[in-house]
């Protein structure tokens, strides 16, 4: 029954962060899951759930996905589990329902537009409306794709159908269609509704992959979680469809094949980044993007101009490394020098660093080492150390021989 209904199903998403009212008059929850079960009448929901109702049966298809109604809401156990399942919900779903042009759950999206204007001629009736097509005002623009999960569900659905305030966007791997019956070759879109997301991948070289990923992870940052504690959730299905693609292991924004390029970020621009605490046991190590709240960016590296440390690696969710002493006694700025995660100023002295990669011998200029910043603390009573920054710095920066082994997580 699972794979008919999987394979029967339109999924819908809008842009909603339901109130305390809407929680209750129309989610999901473990006081009303045992009536909901027996059925109810369609009048109870709001107009956007009833809309997304009169397109599935209109499409003629059994099967709805709603998350707020097909998660229990206040049942961590629960959410926890089917969250785990998105990837199922869209890469198997008939389409994707995206109610661009709502704002909430009330508002519907199916209001009708002005009809096109008719005029005869000698050979005919003729059709005549403005110019409306605009892909990126209306959807890649909208507010829906201003939430953090939605770009996780467009890349794993196989086809969507965006209803936005000027017209309907068909949204498949051969591009977008108009009502007006254009076809647009829209290089993102192209990208992100391609049904096979992203087995194409494979083959390309890892230039390529590392591109992909810098991409969408930087994108990703930029967009909002009603729940900060989400971040590494509602891209977890992304990940791990781009780990299987790169066949290797991937986890808190980092491949392991690729582990050096995915260590690499920086925030971006000025802005500092504010870490997230997780009162679940779901902790995010420092290395991670995943571990802060806020914009990120990865430098810019000629990876072919670069000899990489063999010696980083990945075990389980710390970093092994040796970790040496910092010989700054200024703050640098972005990513000439160091840029801190958290602020522009810290503590010289306890800075250490991980070397990650060196600029070969025989270019121009002098020779970079791109080191994560590090300090030490104290994790039940052993010596580990967290990450603070990253950078690219001189040879005369580093102290060799103060090397250690350690830990960063």
């Given at each position: 029954?699972?794979?008919v209904?999987y394979?029967q199903?339109?999924?819908?998403?809008?842009?909603?962060?339901p109130s305390?009212f809407?929680?209750?008059?129309?989610?999901?929850s473990?006081?009303?899951?045992?009536t909901?079960t027996?059925g109810f009448?369609?009048?109870?929901?709001?107009q956007?759930?009833q809309?997304?109702?009169?397109?599935?049966?209109?499409?003629?298809?059994?099967y709805l996905?709603?998350d707020?109604?097909?998660i229990?809401?206040?049942?961590?156990?629960?959410?926890?589990?089917?969250?785990?399942?998105m990837e199922?919900?869209?890469?198997?779903?008939?389409c994707?329902?995206?109610?661009?042009?709502?704002?909430d759950?009330?508002?519907?999206?199916?209001?009708?537009?002005?009809?096109?204007?008719?005029?005869?001629?000698?050979h005919?009736?003729?059709?005549?409306?403005?110019?409306?097509?605009?892909f990126?005002?209306?959807?890649?623009n909208?507010?829906?794709?201003?939430?953090?999960?939605v770009?996780?569900e467009?890349?794993l659905?196989?086809?969507?159908i965006?209803?936005t305030a000027s017209?309907?966007?068909w949204?498949?791997g051969?591009?977008?269609r108009c009502e007006?019956?254009?076809h647009?070759r829209?290089?993102?879109?192209?990208?992100l509704g391609?049904?096979?997301f992203?087995?194409?991948?494979?083959?390309?070289?890892?230039?390529?992959?590392?591109?992909?990923?810098?991409?969408?992870?930087?994108r990703?940052?930029?967009l909002?979680?009603t729940y900060?504690?989400?971040?590494?959730?509602?891209?977890?299905?992304?990940?791990k469809?781009?780990?299987?693609?790169?066949?290797t292991e991937?986890?808190?924004g980092?491949?392991?094949?690729?582990?050096h390029?995915?260590?690499?970020?920086?925030?971006?621009?000025?802005?500092?980044l504010?870490?997230?605490?997780d009162?679940?046991?779901?902790?995010?190590p420092?290395?991670?993007w995943?571990?802060?709240?806020?914009?990120i960016?990865?430098?810019?590296i000629?990876s072919?101009?670069?000899e990489?440390?063999?010696?980083?690696?990945?075990?389980?969710d710390?970093?092994?490394?040796q970790?040496?002493?910092l010989?700054?006694?200024r703050?640098?700025?972005a990513?000439k020098?160091?840029t801190?995660?958290?602020?522009?100023?810290?503590?010289v002295?306890?800075?250490?660093?991980v070397?990650?990669?060196?600029?070969?011998?025989?270019?121009?200029?002098?020779?970079?080492?791109?080191?994560?910043?590090?300090v030490?603390?104290?994790?039940?009573?052993l010596?580990i150390f967290?990450?603070?920054?990253?950078?690219?710095v001189p040879?005369?920066?580093?102290?060799f021989?103060?090397?250690?082994?350690a830990w960063?997580?």
């Amino acid at each position: 029954m699972d794979d008919v209904r999987y394979f029967q199903e339109a999924q819908e998403k809008f842009h909603w962060a339901p109130s305390g009212f809407e929680k209750t008059q129309f989610c999901t929850s473990r006081g009303n899951v045992k009536t909901r079960t027996r059925g109810f009448d369609m009048n109870q929901l709001p107009q956007t759930f009833q809309d997304a109702i009169t397109i599935t049966r209109e499409l003629q298809k059994r099967y709805l996905w709603i998350d707020s109604l097909c998660i229990v809401q206040d049942d961590a156990a629960d959410w926890e589990q089917e969250s785990q399942l998105m990837e199922t919900v869209f890469k198997n779903a008939y389409c994707t329902i995206a109610a661009s042009s709502a704002q909430d759950s009330t508002e519907g999206f199916l209001e009708k537009l002005p009809p096109y204007r008719e005029h005869t001629s000698s050979h005919g009736p003729v059709y005549v409306c403005a110019a409306v097509d605009d892909f990126t005002s209306d959807v890649e623009n909208s507010a829906l794709n201003k939430r953090a999960w939605v770009l996780q569900e467009r890349a794993l659905s196989r086809r969507t159908i965006h209803f936005t305030a000027s017209q309907i966007y068909w949204e498949c791997g051969d591009g977008v269609r108009c009502e007006t019956l254009t076809h647009m070759r829209n290089s993102k879109a192209l990208f992100l509704g391609d049904p096979k997301f992203p087995k194409a991948l494979a083959s390309r070289p890892d230039t390529v992959k590392i591109e992909l990923f810098q991409s969408l992870f930087t994108r990703y940052s930029q967009l909002g979680l009603t729940y900060p504690t989400d971040r590494p959730i509602a891209i977890s299905a992304l990940q791990k469809q781009l780990a299987d693609t790169f066949k290797t292991e991937g986890k808190h924004g980092v491949f392991e094949s690729l582990l050096h390029r995915s260590l690499l970020w920086q925030r971006s621009g000025p802005t500092r980044l504010e870490r997230i605490f997780d009162k679940t046991d779901r902790r995010v190590p420092s290395w991670s993007w995943m571990a802060y709240n806020g914009g990120i960016e990865y430098m810019e590296i000629k990876s072919d101009q670069v000899e990489w440390n063999e010696g980083v690696k990945l075990v389980g969710d710390k970093l092994s490394a040796q970790v040496r002493t910092l010989r700054t006694t200024r703050t640098y700025h972005a990513s000439k020098w160091l840029t801190y995660d958290e602020g522009d100023s810290m503590n010289v002295r306890r800075l250490r660093c991980v070397i990650t990669g060196r600029t070969r011998s025989g270019f121009t200029g002098e020779q970079r080492y791109y080191v994560l910043v590090t300090v030490p603390r104290r994790l039940e009573g052993l010596r580990i150390f967290e990450r603070v920054g990253v950078g690219a710095v001189p040879e005369r920066s580093i102290s060799f021989e103060s090397g250690e082994d350690a830990w960063i997580l």
